[in-house]
T-cell receptor
């Protein structure tokens, strides 16, 4: 079984400041890793994913995440945030073999202040 | 990109009635879909895996008779909340992986309020 821990339930930052949202996972098998973003009363949108290859993955809107196998982490970062980045962010994993179920972390609410 | 459409986006119903939520994959076929439940300010909890042409697989603690799932075609799965009670009020979200799993596409979610 897999589990995901997002250490921060809320992260307030000022506009144009850098941000890091932390994610650690636990799994006895190899996994794929994802970050999803959720705006109020909406479903989830994929932000970025790690499947294989380069451990640093990037999204089109400036976010990046680095897969660290030894630390079992997949932290999300952005060097300069915008007001529009205000949302709930979920880290998730799924095992590579077998059932395609996503296991989510608790979520981190990112609030950008002007 | 792939789109999953969920309907309705919100519904209010009286206690004791049943509510059906639809989840459609619009531009791809999904032999498997997933139903999640999300409480306010909490994460998504997987309720069940919907399998086209066969019975759904429910997670531990989820009542099969209360949350009926039907996956009658490769593009449609439905979740029916039967004899709804106020504690069933929640945000329900469906998702569908496309092909070999590399990403799950999510519906817009359904806000269910039972009064």
């Amino acid at each position: 079984a897999q589990s995901v821990t997002q250490l921060d339930s809320q992260v307030p930052v000022f506009e144009e400041a850098p941000v890091e949202l932390r994610c650690n996972y636990s799994s006895s098998v190899s996994v794929y890793l994802f970050w999803y973003v959720q705006y109020p009363n909406q479903g989830l949108q994929l932000l970025l994913k790690y499947l294989s290859g380069s451990t640093l993955v990037e999204s089109i809107n400036g976010f990046e995440a680095e897969f660290n196998k030894s630390q079992t982490s997949f932290h999300l970062r952005k060097p300069s945030v915008h007001i529009s980045d205000t949302a709930e962010y979920f880290c998730a994993v799924t095992q590579i073999q077998g059932a395609q179920k996503l296991v989510f972390g608790q979520g981190t609410r990112l609030t950008i202040n002007p | 990109g792939a789109v999953v459409s969920q309907h309705p986006s919100w519904v209010i119903c009286k206690s004791g009635t049943s509510v059906k939520i639809e989840c459609r994959s619009l531009d791809f076929q999904a032999t498997t879909m997933f139903w999640y439940r999300q409480f306010p300010k909490q994460s998504l909890m997987l309720m069940a895996t919907s399998n086209e042409g066969s019975k759904a697989t429910y997670e531990q603690g989820v009542e099969k008779d209360k949350f009926l799932i039907n996956h009658a075609s490769l593009t449609l799965s439905t979740l029916t909340v039967t004899s709804a009670h106020p504690e069933d009020s929640s945000f329900y979200i469906c998702s569908a992986p496309r092909g070999i799993f590399t990403e799950a596409f999510f519906g817009q979610g359904t806000r269910l309020t039972v009064v």
